[in-house]
């Protein structure tokens, strides 16, 4: 165990480390940690006509709530985007049939096309 004080907002602790395992030199031995494979946005539909439906902002495809091809109503939420922790419910912005354009997993930027509505 090893001892170390720490000061937050100025005020003093005494805190405690312990080494989890120690190679031959003495040292900590760190343990990668497995990498999340995320899936690979798919390529767009070509020629897909309709409403399309953009990324407000930077984030994580989290949820997609409804089959592809399933038939929506305007306001109805189709995915969900994770950004800064937060879940944001991406709406159909009119009635008719969705095509995404984004995987489960996917990281997405601003303007980016999640799916169209046709």
């Known amino acids: 165990m090893r001892n170390f004080i720490i000061t937050v907002d ?3 602790y005494e805190v405690g480390v312990e080494e989890v395992g120690a190679g031959e030199g003495g ?8 990498e999340t494979k995320r ?5 767009p539909i070509a020629n897909v006509k309709g409403e399309q439906v953009k990324a407000p ?17 305007k306001n109805q939420p189709i995915l969900i985007l994770e950004a800064m922790k937060m ?3 991406i709406t159909a912005p009119c009635d008719g049939k969705v095509t995404y354009q ?3 997993g ?5 303007d980016a096309i ?3 509505i046709s």
């Not at 899936?39 to 390529?43: D, I, M």
Request: proline content about 6%; glycine content about 8%; hydrophobic content about 40%.
């Open 10 to 12: 100025g005020k003093s």
């Open 27 to 34: 040292g900590t031995l760190a343990t990668p940690i497995a």
């Open 39 to 43: 899936e690979s946005a798919p390529k």
């Open 57 to 73: 902002f930077n984030g994580l495809i989290k949820q997609i709530l409804l089959e592809n091809g399933a038939q929506v109503k």
């Open 87 to 89: 879940d944001n419910e």
């Open 102 to 104: 984004v995987t489960k």
């Open 106 to 110: 996917a990281n997405v930027e601003p």
């Open 114 to 116: 999640l799916a169209v």
